[in-house]
């Protein structure tokens, strides 16, 4: 019998799942604390070893260190960097700034401050505008920011940009345009680019552990392999879905939707473009670090805030009321979108009244807080969202998401029956 042992090694805990990957079966899972302040190998190979030791195939993501930082450079704030902030979140990244126009000195120490570990480069269509592009590269080029770069703009002006970058030493990766036409958002290209960077630049840079063995095993970040296995559960039951999952640093949300071909190419299509496969990432909201930021938020959404004037020791019914709000707010802002800059228009919302499936997932929810924080997220009747007409709702008990997203390019079949035990 032939088994995988699939690892995501978090910013907290690192946990492993056994899989055979003849039947796609769950054959044993674990978890273990990070050891982040150490070497993450430490938990990593605890966490297998729990699990049951070695297994003919080994999968690992990693959202460790702070996962993966992005920063937007692009060309309109409403156009070509909006549809480079949807790609960045879609990739797995923290999307930490989002700059637009002719990049000048202020922009640059702006950027600088936000600490990217990536710099995402777009703006103008395909033959439209190429001077910002080439304006902005060589920004970055003079910078001394050498931050690994991914170019993703107008076609006729990606060669020169990547020259400019690459004659100052700055790594490079040219990918095609993330909005070739208006309204038509290509995702796949600077997502696997992304990913390309994340694994060569990032995961050594977080000197998280001191060889080369944890960043030869690292085969995404944790959100991109999410979202993959999201993907794939949209795709097995022919539904929309609905993934909150509350961590203790931050809390992702992931939707999948059925395409609408009257929102893709008629009148009301988004200028940005429509990713149908999408995430948002609350770097505020968490059930650890992020606490005093639920309780900031909750103010700012005018909902009641757990009490943690005492500090944090852990207490069960002070963290799930913690992941109930972070949880609620997320999807409030998931769902309503965002403003690319003040006094503009909230742009990338999603409407969710079709979503059949929502899936809760993060270590309160797995240990019995669930259905708690499920009911207050498909409870919430004054966040400015509306909520889907006809749901089931389940917690990820065995974390087989993120498992079947690493599985599912070289496993598809296993990957399916993973999510499909959901």
């Excluded at 998280?208 to 959100?223: D, M, Q």
């Excluded at 059949?356 to 997932?361: E, K, M, P, Q, T």
């Excluded at 998401?401 to 599985?407: D, E, F």
């Amino acid at each position: 019998m032939s088994e995988a042992v699939c690892v995501d090694v978090g910013s907290t805990y690192t946990k492993a799942l056994r899989v055979d990957l003849g039947s796609g079966r769950v054959l044993a899972r674990s978890e273990a604390p990070t050891t982040s302040t150490s070497d993450v190998l430490h938990g990593l190979d605890a966490a297998v070893e729990a699990a049951g030791g070695a297994a003919d195939e080994l999968f690992v993501c990693s959202s460790a260190g702070g996962g993966l930082r992005l920063a937007v450079v692009g060309y309109e704030s409403l156009v070509t960097a909006e549809a480079g902030h949807r790609v960045g979140l879609s990739a797995g990244a923290q999307v930490v700034h989002v700059a637009a126009g002719l990049l000048d000195g202020k922009a640059i120490a702006a950027l600088r401050a936000a600490r990217p570990d990536v710099i995402l480069l777009v703006g103008g269509t395909d033959g439209g505008d190429e001077e910002t592009l080439r304006h902005n590269a060589g920004r970055l080029a003079t910078s001394r920011m050498r931050v690994p770069v991914v170019v993703a703009g107008n076609a006729d002006a990606r060669p020169d940009a990547a020259r400019v970058l690459t004659e100052r030493g700055v790594p490079v990766v040219v990918t095609g345009n993330v909005l070739p036409r208006i309204g038509v958002l290509d995702a796949l290209p600077a997502r696997a680019a992304i990913r390309e960077m994340f694994l060569r630049h990032v995961i050594g840079g977080k000197r998280l552990s001191k060889g080369r063995r944890f960043a030869s095993l690292v085969r995404c970040a944790t959100p991109d392999a999410v979202l993959a296995g999201v993907s794939l559960l949209a795709d097995e039951t022919a539904a929309g879905v609905l993934v909150v999952d509350v961590g203790g640093a931050t809390t992702d949300v992931y939707s999948a939707l059925v395409p609408d071909g009257e929102l893709e190419h008629g009148p009301q299509r988004d200028v940005a473009g429509t990713l149908w496969r999408s995430r948002t990432v609350e770097g505020d909201l968490g059930v650890g670090v992020g606490a005093a930021g639920v309780v900031a938020a909750a103010a700012t959404e005018k909902l009641p805030g757990p009490d943690i004037s005492g500090g944090r020791p852990y207490d069960v019914a002070v963290d799930r009321a913690l992941a109930s709000t972070a949880a609620m707010i997320a999807l409030r802002r998931h769902a309503r979108g965002h403003s690319p800059g003040p006094g503009l228009p909230r742009t990338g919302g999603r409407d969710l009244r079709d979503v059949r499936l929502v899936v809760g997932s993060g270590g309160v929810l797995r240990h019995g807080g669930g259905q708690a924080v499920l009911d207050a997220v498909l409870g919430d009747t004054a966040g400015g969202w509306a909520a889907p007409r006809q749901v089931r709702r389940v917690v990820d008990t065995r974390y087989v998401l993120a498992a079947a997203g690493m599985l599912a390019e070289d496993h598809p079949a296993v990957a399916a029956a993973l999510v499909n035990s959901l």
